[in-house]
């Protein structure tokens, strides 16, 4: 069993989801030393890696689709919605992150809410199982945006455009395979240059801001029927997308310093700044470039700058959408390495997933396959397909089900050892499993892929247990409080 690391953080809550250590039988030799993951993430790093996540290429690739589904300038009703549902949101994933601090963020917490010997082995493996597709999905979206303007600076053909997606994915694990200290300060560095280009994007509008075209509204832009509703529907799927990324320190939550506090400052400073920005680069957007003519510009970005400065100045802008690009594949890649890494050690995944790197420390073998799979994707789907996959494979299993999961673990262990609590509980999880299921019908067609593969999760848990002996095949349910936890 590994020492617990910075035990001056080990609140009550924490030690009473860590206290289960035992290690599955013919998984991992309890008296072989193991490398264990290193704190090394402060404030400064986690802020930082949420926010080159969330930002991504995300708003500069979906800002003309939101337009389009709103019919107008409307389309800031839709990021502020987003930012809204990003905030409940928020108060789900930091109650659960500051009591359970570990490698894998949602994997722990399904587990832990639904019952680690019983239902929590369900839900857990499910999360795993739509990891090895969202992560990714999510991973390949962000680098087929990346090769997307890189069409601006030069006309590709659509293998260069796959051989730089790709190549993007190469790059990034190249990057990432390093100690976590010195990922925490490369971070750093990209987060700079999202929040430098961002910045230079607002200053030009501000200066430039014209309010004639910002709020220039078609007839009927508020008229609240079930047409306006759907396109509001259409729109929050990109938004959404666009904020997804404030949890990412959750799921580093085992290199995180001093978790009980750094993780709920983390992800609400990285929500509340990322509205701030989103919400200005969009109201500038749309105050230099009349909506009709956004709606249907692939290079919203570089068109806005091209209008300020000419051709030159957006060259230089779609260089530093491109480090943003690069910036959020980063974040994606390291955020979801650990998730497999956390159920190998729990035996509830392959075993060769919770190996770590023998001197720097980190799954390396969850990082590389997850990186092989993203490489994939990247080069044999679009950005559109990306995007919506995503949201319909994560909407039920992971949001929904922590927003419920959340209210089990209180029903079961009160709330009096909480590190954090939400305000106003239980209005912000309620409100947050209405919104992410809204949000799932909004996804179309492609709710029937997302069922599909939960209804896949199930089958290959059910064969998985049958071949392992556990539950629901155990001829007896194992001691209660052994989950396989492992302390850090």
Not at 119 to 134: D, I, P, T, Y
Not at 269 to 274: A, T, V
Not at 389 to 407: E, K, T
């Amino acid at each position: 069993m590994h020492k617990l690391r910075n035990t001056r953080w080990a609140s009550p809550a924490y030690l009473l989801f860590s206290q289960r250590t035992a290690i599955p039988a013919g998984h991992l030799n309890p008296t072989t030393p193991q490398p264990a993951l290193e704190r090394g993430l402060g404030l400064k790093e986690a802020v930082a890696l949420n926010m080159i996540e969330i930002v991504g290429i995300g708003p500069f690739v979906v800002s003309s689709l939101v337009i389009k589904a709103m019919g107008g300038p409307q389309a800031l009703v839709a990021w502020l919605a987003g930012a809204l549902l990003a905030t409940l949101d928020g108060f789900v994933w930091s109650e659960l992150g500051a009591a359970m601090p570990k490698a894998g963020g949602t994997y722990v917490f399904l587990r832990e809410a639904y019952g680690p010997a019983r239902w929590g082995r369900l839900m857990s493996f499910l999360f795993v199982w739509q990891v090895l597709v969202a992560a990714p999905l999510s991973v390949a979206s962000a680098s087929i945006g990346f090769a997307r303007y890189v069409g601006y600076l030069h006309a590709l053909t659509k293998w260069e455009a796959k051989a730089i997606s790709g190549g993007l994915v190469i790059l990034l694990v190249v990057l990432l395979y390093r100690r976590i200290q010195t990922i925490g300060k490369i971070s750093v560095l990209l987060w700079v240059g999202v929040v430098g280009t961002m910045l230079w994007l607002i200053w030009g509008g501000i200066r430039n801001f014209n309010p004639r075209l910002a709020f220039d509204f078609p007839p009927g832009a508020f008229h609240l029927n079930s047409l306006w509703f759907a396109g509001l529907g259409a729109a929050m799927v990109n938004t959404v997308y666009s904020y997804w990324g404030y949890y990412n320190i959750c799921h580093l939550g085992g290199e995180i310093r001093d978790p009980q506090k750094n993780i709920p400052r983390g992800i609400f400073l990285s929500i509340l700044g990322i509205t701030v920005l989103y919400l200005a680069l969009q109201t500038s957007l749309l105050g230099v470039i009349p909506w009709r003519e956004a709606q249907n510009s692939p290079f919203i970005a570089s068109l806005f700058v091209e209008k300020l400065y000419g051709s030159g100045a957006a060259h230089i802008v779609t260089w530093m959408v491109l480090w943003i690009a690069m910036a959020s594949v980063f974040s994606l890649l390291l955020g979801y390495s650990r998730v497999p890494y956390s159920a190998a050690l729990d035996g509830n995944f392959f075993p060769v997933f919770a190996r770590l790197h023998p001197t720097k420390h980190f799954p390396h073998i969850s990082l590389l396959a997850l990186g092989a799979l993203a490489f994939t994707f990247s080069i044999v789907l679009n950005l559109e397909t990306a995007i919506t996959g995503i949201l319909a494979m994560r909407l039920i299993v992971q949001f929904i089900g922590q927003a419920v999961g959340v209210m089990l673990l209180r029903r079961r262990f009160g709330s009096e050892k909480l590190p954090f609590k939400m305000w106003l509980y239980p209005l912000p999880a309620v409100l947050t499993m209405l919104g992410w299921g809204w949000l799932f019908w909004q996804t179309g067609a492609a709710r029937k892929w997302g069922l599909l593969e939960i209804v896949l999760g199930i089958s290959a848990f059910l064969v998985w247990s049958n071949v392992m002996r556990q539950w629901p095949f155990a001829s007896s349910a194992p001691p209660a409080g052994n989950s396989g936890v492992p302390s850090e």
